[in-house]
C-alpha cells in the first residue's frame, strides 16, 4: 500500500530570545554632512518558534465540520422564518494510530517517534491551550489556527501502536470583536 499524499501537519508555536539579525539605522557624518545607512547586526529578540509534528499515519477519519447558527421565528401565517446566523468556528476530528514500526508501507514518515513521546507532545498541547496549534492539510485544503480541545488515547494488545482521537476547534476569526461583559 502506497503512501498517501494526505498530511497532517500540527506546529506549535511558542515564543523565545533568540539572537537574530537585522538591518539597522546608523547615522554618521560623512564630509560634513549627516548620512543615513543601514548596517545588520546582531540582535536578541523574541521570535515565535515552530515546532512541527506530521502525523506518522493518514488518519483513519477525517471530519471537518462547519456549522452555522439559525434562528427559527414564527410568523403570522402559521409558517416558520429562517434568519442565518454566526458562523460556528470550524472544528477537525482526526482518528487513527501513532506507530513507531516503519515496516508498515503507509507510513507518512521515514522516521518516527516513540507513540508514547508522540502522544505526550499532543497531550502538552491540550494542557497549554494558551498558544493555539497551526493544522494544515493541504490535501482538503484546510489550514488554520486551532486549539486542541480532546485527546484520547489507548494502547492496542499486541503491538506498540496507540490509537488516537482528536478533536482540534479554530480559535475564532480575528475580525470578530469581543466585548467582555
Given amino acids: 500500500m502506497p503512501r498517501s499524499t494526505m498530511e497532517v501537519e500540527v506546529t506549535y508555536f511558542r515564543p ?4 537574530v539579525r537585522e538591518k539597522v539605522k546608523v547615522r ?3 564630509n560634513g554632512r ?26 483513519e477519519q477525517i ?12 410568523t403570522i ?13 470550524r472544528e477537525i476530528r482526526l482518528e487513527s494510530f501513532f506507530t513507531s514500526d516503519s515496516d508498515y508501507d503507509f507510513t507518512q514518515r521515514t ?12 497531550e502538552q498541547r491540550v494542557l497549554n491551550t ?9 490535501a482538503l485544503g484546510v489550514s488554520g489556527f486551532f486549539h486542541l480541545r480532546e485527546l484520547n488515547y ?3 494488545g499486541a503491538t506498540s501502536d496507540l490509537p488516537y482521537a482528536m478533536v482540534f476547534r479554530e480559535r475564532g476569526l480575528p475580525s470578530v470583536r469581543v466585548t467582555p461583559l
Fill in 34 to 59: 549627516w548620512v543615513t545607512t543601514y548596517e545588520y547586526k546582531s540582535v536578541k529578540k523574541t521570535v515565535q518558534a515552530g515546532y512541527s509534528r506530521i502525523l506518522p499515519v493518514t488518519p
Fill in 154 to 156: 489507548e494502547t492496542e
Fill in 77 to 89: 401565517a402559521q409558517r416558520t422564518y429562517t434568519a442565518p446566523g454566526a458562523m460556528n468556528p
Fill in 130 to 138: 494558551t498558544f493555539p496549534v497551526r493544522v494544515r492539510i493541504r
Fill in 28 to 30: 554618521k557624518k560623512i
Fill in 111 to 122: 522516521v518516527l517517534h516513540d507513540p508514547v513521546e508522540l502522544a505526550k507532545w499532543f
Fill in 63 to 74: 471530519k471537518v465540520s462547519y456549522t452555522r447558527s439559525f434562528d427559527d421565528r414564527p
Fill in 16 to 19: 523565545e530570545t533568540r539572537t
